[in-house]
């Protein structure tokens, strides 16, 4: 599987980026450049999903495609998928269980779902059994104390929420290969015994640790994805911050506080100096803002004759490779402004 996402991640990617972009998406790096490069490849459904991809894992998957020959080394930082691996992807059967991820993921709210599920399923199996003394697999007190208030919620229909919970997540695995649906099922804790550690799932079922992070990862979210979408037994354990909008979720602490003054109606030399930063800085923030926050008016720091330019060589050359369509434009246009008329005309602007 992490084979499949890896290759569809490089192929989108293009040559444009290194391997490493792939692996700064996945694990969600929190920097102005990831934000746009996720939103320039369309890959924002991916950002952060992979938050413990360990980097010596990454540089494995990445020797094992190139020794399938689906990757090809073009320099010392590049790559390009071969035809091999364009083959791959179009035959792979995986393909459609990557649709559970969404533009609007936050891989901490599936965090804090996830360990509330599981902690929530092991204290209400336990006490079905009569048992009050168990080592709790969630450390957290804030995700205990929750937990505690759910209890005290169903503290008298235990059963019935365990069976409604067991028919909710049987429709739900159904739709998963069997040993997809069993790594998930082992990772649980209940009353019958602990769920498997990463290793021991990696050695049951011949698994690399990337891809059993990866088939958590998918089922963890299509079952928040669910609750979030209808009512489901599970949609109490949804934490407040689902209602975040992207700007709060994706957008970083630095670029949040150019934001702030962005609406407030600064001018960008007006934020360099407020904000004391370089230029290149600011204008990075401006990208950011303009990705996340699809009100943002780029004619405030575009004159419309240079939009109207940039907009008629995007269509000529019908690319979106920021360095081919700067090649084509005037050299006076900077390319602050083509990235910022780039992320416009992917949301249909028009002349």
């Known amino acids: ?202 050695v049951q079922y011949n698994m690399t640790v990337s891809d059993i992070l990866l088939t958590l990862a998918m089922i963890e979210t299509h079952l928040m994805k669910l609750s979030i979408e209808n009512q489901t037994i599970l949609t109490e354990l949804l934490p407040r911050s689902v209602n975040q909008t992207a700007i709060e979720r994706f957008m970083t602490r630095s670029a949040i506080k150019t934001y702030q003054l962005v609406k407030k109606g600064c001018t960008l030399e007006e934020l360099v100096e407020m904000r004391q930063l370089k230029r290149g800085t600011i204008e990075d923030h401006l990208v950011e803002i303009c990705i996340l926050d699809p009100e943002f008016r780029i004619d405030s720091y575009v004159d419309p004759l240079t939009i109207k330019k940039v907009m008629r060589v995007i269509s000529e050359l019908n690319t979106h490779k920021l360095t081919l369509i700067k090649k084509a434009l005037p050299e006076d246009i900077p390319y602050f402004h083509v990235r910022l008329v780039l992320v416009k005309s992917k949301e249909g602007l028009t002349l």
Not at 17 to 34: D, E, N, W
Not at 112 to 120: E, G, P, Q
Not at 153 to 160: A, K, M
């Open 1 to 202: 599987m992490i084979n499949y996402l890896l290759l569809y991640i490089l192929r989108k990617l293009d040559g444009d980026r290194s391997p490493a972009a792939a692996f700064h998406i996945l694990t969600g790096k929190k920097s102005s450049q990831i934000v746009q490069d996720t939103n320039l490849f369309n890959l924002e459904p991916f950002l952060n999903i992979l938050p413990n991809y360990e980097r010596l894992d990454f540089n494995h998957d990445i020797a094992f495609l190139v020794s399938k020959g689906y990757l090809e080394v073009l320099n010392e930082k590049m790559t390009r998928v071969t035809k091999e691996g364009i083959a791959y992807l179009d035959q792979h059967e995986m393909a459609r269980f990557f649709n559970v991820f969404t533009v609007s993921n936050s891989n901490k709210d599936r965090q804090i779902f996830t360990a509330r599920f599981y902690l929530t399923i092991q204290t209400f199996t336990y006490r079905v059994m009569q048992q009050k003394g168990f080592m709790p697999v969630e450390e957290d007190v804030t995700i205990q104390a929750f937990v505690k208030q759910i209890y005290k919620r169903y503290n008298h229909q235990l059963i019935d929420w365990l069976e409604d919970c067991y028919r909710f997540l049987r429709e739900v695995l159904e739709q998963y290969p069997d040993n997809m649906r069993h790594i998930y099922l082992d990772r649980l804790s209940t009353y019958s015994g602990s769920g498997a550690s990463l290793q021991q799932l990696k």
